[in-house]
């Protein structure tokens, strides 16, 4: 019965999750959006510095689908290696569905990048951001995982706080550095809460069928 109701209330989050992210885009090319996403992003581009640059440019690697890329594959040999094939399955379908996605929603909505004061420059489109939706599903995957394993109260609010400070700062420094106005990032992380809860769905469908057939036989 817990899991029925973690499924039907993960639906549920999910789809205001879409909601929302929905309402974000369809505004995405009006002028009010546009202005309130310059005026939050020269608010940020007035705490430059060299040195937060810095900073901001090592934090915006964490988000990076070089780093991502490395660390789940790291993630996944340890998960095959304690016999955990079917969680790192679905741990790595969802980060490459997850990419995908990104890619496909950049490529739909076709927002240009800022061009305000760009410190570095990508090629692709800017809506939602690549960086705050992928690692939105990522970092809060591990810290998922983190309780899952564990059952630990105390280690699942350790991680979920490193993986809120971590994406965040992901999503500031992309802001930061001028590739992404603030909306870019809202709605990759709404889009990235979307996806991770969608996989997490998945799971406990699956867990459900499986209790369910047991009980039949």
Not at 23 to 41: N, P
Request: hydrophobic fraction near 50%.
């Amino acid at each position: 019965m817990l899991v029925f109701t973690e499924i039907v209330v993960g639906l549920i989050v999910c789809l205001v999750s879409l909601k929302i992210f929905r309402e974000i885009e369809e505004r995405v090319f009006h002028e009010s959006m546009i202005y309130f996403d310059e005026m939050i992003s020269w608010f940020v581009y007035s705490f430059r510095n060299p040195i937060l640059t810095e900073v901001m440019k090592f934090i915006t690697f964490l988000g990076s689908e070089y780093w991502l890329g490395t660390v789940a594959v790291l993630a996944i040999n340890y998960l095959i290696h304690k016999n955990y094939r079917r969680t790192a399955l679905l741990f790595g379908l969802s980060l490459v569905a997850c990419a995908w996605l990104n890619m496909g929603l950049k490529h739909f909505i076709d927002r240009p990048r800022p061009n305000l004061s760009p410190m570095i420059f990508e090629k692709t489109t800017s809506f939602p951001s690549g960086h705050a939706m992928n690692s939105f599903v990522f970092y809060f995957t591990l810290a998922y995982f983190a309780y899952h394993f564990t059952k630990n109260q105390y280690v699942l609010s350790k991680y979920l706080a490193i993986a809120i400070i971590i994406v965040g700062l992901v999503g500031l420094s992309r802001v930061y550095l001028g590739v992404h106005y603030p909306s870019d990032v809202v709605a990759g992380y709404l889009a990235g809460f979307a996806w991770l809860l969608a996989t997490m769905v998945i799971e406990k469908t699956l867990y459900f069928y499986r209790v369910f057939r047991v009980i039949r036989k």
